[in-house]
């Protein structure tokens, strides 16, 4: 059973139903979270394989996490302006499958942290001598998923807009409730603590690409630097010997 959790909200109505209609046919279910809306799209609530939710309160990314279901063998984790292809739950499972290894969450967009490094710029120099845990998120190297990569490679951590887990694996959503704008973050702690390798997946450039809205998590939260936020990076950054490497 593949099931497709996403959360979304009204500003990203524009194209909404577009990206939900290109999954439909490859899924068994979408659970789709409606945060911010009073009622459900007619669209949604009639299609036989949404499972659409208001929530109590406004779960912002959390909202991928808030229905747990526990039947499904892979749940995909995908955003509400992603451009994904006819192929791409079958193509990715396949891709996932020929692991040498099934302890995996395995996505397209993938990043590596470093630690800052010396130099005469106004942003090295502020890195360098700023805090570990305040600029971390912004230390580090990203596998665009709408670029090349042609092998799976180990990465600290693996993006939720466009990813797999297993639903063995899958944290619950106690785990997960407190990270809203993070959740990239968390549940690449949550795989550090269980032993889950953190895989990007080779794709070709342009196999996956997106709607551009000026509002963004990363823009509006990352890139801010919380040391919060930080303080859960180091957690598990730097310490995967084979990170950068294929598997």
Not at 98 to 116: M, N, Q, V
Not at 224 to 239: C, D, I, T
Request: aromatic fraction near 12%; include cysteine; charge should be neutral.
């Amino acid at each position: 059973m593949i099931v497709a959790n996403m959360a979304t909200y009204p500003a990203r109505g524009q194209h909404l139903r577009q990206v939900v209609d290109s999954l439909l046919p490859q899924v068994d279910r979408i659970n789709l979270v409606f945060n911010e809306y009073d009622t459900i799209p007619d669209w949604a609530a009639t299609a036989d394989k949404i499972n659409a939710v208001i929530p109590d309160s406004d779960q912002k990314d959390v909202g991928k996490f808030y229905v747990e279901t526990p039947e499904a063998k892979w749940i995909a984790f995908v955003d509400d302006d992603i451009i994904f292809p006819a192929d791409y739950m079958q193509t990715s499972i396949a891709r996932i499958e020929a692991l040498p290894t099934d302890r995996t969450f395995c996505g397209y967009h993938g990043s590596i942290y470093e630690k800052p490094r010396f130099g005469l710029t106004p942003s090295r120099l502020f890195k360098y001598f700023s805090p570990l845990e305040t600029v971390i998120q912004r230390s580090r190297r990203n596998f665009v998923f709408t670029r090349l990569l042609e092998k799976p490679t180990i990465v600290d951590q693996i993006a939720t807009n466009t990813s797999f887990i297993r639903g063995s694996d899958m944290p619950p959503y106690a785990y997960m409730k407190d990270s809203q704008k993070f959740v990239d973050v968390r549940l690449a702690k949550w795989c550090f603590e269980k032993g889950i390798t953190s895989v990007c997946l080779p794709r070709a450039k342009g196999w996956l690409d997106e709607y551009r809205y000026d509002e963004t998590i990363y823009h509006g939260f990352t890139r801010r630097g919380h040391p919060e936020v930080g303080r859960e990076v180091l957690s598990y950054a730097f310490k995967t010997a084979t990170v950068g490497q294929p598997i």
